[in-house]
């Protein structure tokens, strides 16, 4: 009875699961008919948006201070523009509307609407537009649902002043007849000579004309930031670039650099170049020196511990200094930034300089025949940088102002020294002398402002900051300890007349080293270097 029941009731579910099945089939297709179709939809509002900004750029090249009237209408230059950036890229004009305006940070405000739905409108607007907005619009005619689907997407594109300046230490003066500090700076890395930086020093190009003369294909300013670029290949690009600028001379040594020189390696740009979105023109045309360019490839290429330098002192000559060895490290190369006003920062640390003078200085001192001070006197004096930001954009009489901030340096020496005293002829060490001294300056702020066109280019940096720390007087009698270990003097005659005669030895390296340094290399030590590149008051770009 019980299996006959069971029997019965298994019977009764035959094609329940055909059932579910079919059911669930209805369902997956429908979903899949509307993912289809919102498929579609995403398609086409992504492709109007492409075309949208292409076309909105194309129209916003043509605004250039020129009233809402006179570029609108059937020959307007603005829909002129649209109609034929429309046809390029393969979208009606009839799908689309133009307006006129101008930008204030994210907001658009209309003045005049020259293209309604394709049709050209009637505009007598004298105001002057700085923003081109264009919403393109389209149909899709949905395949399994009825109907269809209208939607459109709109860009702005509002011109943009931009500016340029480069921030750093500079090879800025080149004495006649070159210098062997500067052979010891960039000589390793391509091979330059006295010669060569005098001929360079008024050499420029510009990224589009180097980006033209690649041997691959032509790239702009913004593709030549990312592109890894072989050493050898700029230089070829900078020959055929001088070449068409008649500057036979800077060609000659570059030739003779390209023999000379070990150039292997590749660089890229944008490791010292910034340009911000709508700067590209500013870019493109502004004119940067080439000895600045290799210079600051060179200290891309060696990318450990900075750009590091013996300088020769084999000249320097102070009473009481029996040798001298220097070193400086050019901890980062100058960079350079493209953009509007109240952009990204710039920053570059800029040198530090290491003197060890080894001293044997006789002075004299009351009851004793005869007393030197001997020893090693390190001294380091570090300039920790500079910042710039582009603040300001005049158009109306063209200039730039760049805001900068000198961050401080730290001249430091910590010294130990024996004093002897001879007696007899016999040389007794009477006093061991331990010296520390510092000094440091304090952040210093600067606001530069650069007319165009006589103070813009590599040329027409100026400094801002201290150039006049020295190492005279750094030391003083708070900071001297002395151990006497004979007892035939007093500490208070070694630290009135010691210290003293120490500080005049540090007024000569002054003379004989620090300054003739400093001028040679074009260093500002608690300062910077700021040169203006260009100003640029129709760029554009599109609106976030």
């Known amino acids: 009875m019980n299996m006959r029941w069971f029997r019965h009731r298994a019977g009764e579910q035959k094609g329940a699961v055909l059932v579910v099945t079919s059911v669930a089939m209805v369902t997956m297709i429908g979903a899949t008919a509307l993912a289809v179709d919102v498929g579609r939809v995403t398609n086409n509002n992504r492709t109007l948006q492409a075309k949208a900004d292409v076309i909105a750029m194309d129209a916003g090249r043509t605004l250039g201070g020129s009233t809402a009237a006179s570029l609108s209408g059937a020959s307007g230059a603005v829909v002129t523009a649209v109609q034929a950036s429309a046809s390029r890229n393969n979208m009606p004009f009839s799908k689309l509307t133009v307006d006129l305006g101008t930008m204030s940070g994210t907001t658009f405000s209309l003045i005049a609407t020259p293209v309604l739905n394709g049709a050209i409108q009637t505009v007598t607007s004298t105001s002057v537009p700085t923003a081109v907005r264009v919403t393109a619009s389209g149909t899709v005619d949905f395949a399994f649902q009825r109907g269809a689907k209208t939607t459109s997407r709109a860009a702005t594109a509002t011109q943009v002043a931009t500016g340029g300046f480069s921030i750093g230490s500079w090879l800025a003066s080149i004495p006649a007849g070159g210098n062997g500090v500067l052979n010891a700076l960039l000589g390793d890395a391509f091979g330059l000579n006295a010669v060569s930086y005098n001929g360079l020093v008024n050499a420029n190009v510009t990224l589009e004309q180097i980006g033209l003369n690649l041997p691959v294909t032509a790239l702009s300013p913004t593709q030549l930031l990312t592109t890894s670029v072989g050493i050898y290949d700029f230089m070829v690009a900078s020959i055929a670039a001088l070449n068409a600028q008649g500057n036979t001379a800077a060609v000659n040594l570059l030739n003779s650099m390209i023999l000379g020189a070990s150039l292997e390696g590749t660089v890229q740009l944008g490791e010292f170049i910034e340009i911000a979105s709508g700067a590209e023109t500013a870019a493109a045309t502004a004119s940067l020196n080439l000895l600045q360019l290799l210079t600051a490839s060179a200290f891309v290429l060696e990318k450990q511990g900075g750009h590091a330098l013996s300088i020769p002192t084999t000249t320097v000559s102070v009473p009481g200094v029996t040798s001298v060895t220097a070193s400086a490290t050019v901890i980062e190369p100058p960079k350079i930034y493209f953009g509007p006003a109240g952009g990204p920062s710039i920053e570059t640390a800029q040198v530090r300089l290491s003197i060890n003078p080894v001293i044997n200085l006789p002075i004299g001192i009351p009851g004793l025949l005869s007393v030197s001070v001997y020893g090693a006197l390190p001294i380091d004096l570090t300039a920790a940088g500079a910042t710039g930001t582009l603040s ?88 001297a300890n002395i151990s006497i270990l004979n007892g035939i003097i007093n500490l208070g005659q070694i630290a009135s007349i010691v210290v003293p005669a120490i500080n005049g030895l540090l007024g000569g390296l002054d003379d004989a080293l620090v300054a003739p340094l400093a001028e040679v290399l074009g260093l500002q030590f608690g300062g910077a270097d700021i040169a203006a590149l260009a100003v640029n008051c129709s760029g554009l770009r599109l609106a976030g």
Not at 403 to 410: D, E, K, M, P, W
């Open 392 to 479: 300001a954009i005049n158009c109306a009489t063209p200039s730039i102002t760049v805001n900068s901030t000198t961050q401080a340096v730290n001249l430091n020496s910590a010294i130990s020294l024996a004093v002897r005293a001879t007696v007899l002829f016999i040389p007794i060490d009477v006093a061991q002398l331990t010296l520390a001294a510092g000094a440091k300056t304090t952040p210093g702020n600067y606001s530069t402002t650069f007319n165009y066109p006589g103070e813009f280019g590599p040329s027409n940096a100026k400094s801002v900051g201290s150039s006049n720390l020295g190492l005279d007087g750094l030391l003083n009698f708070s900071n």
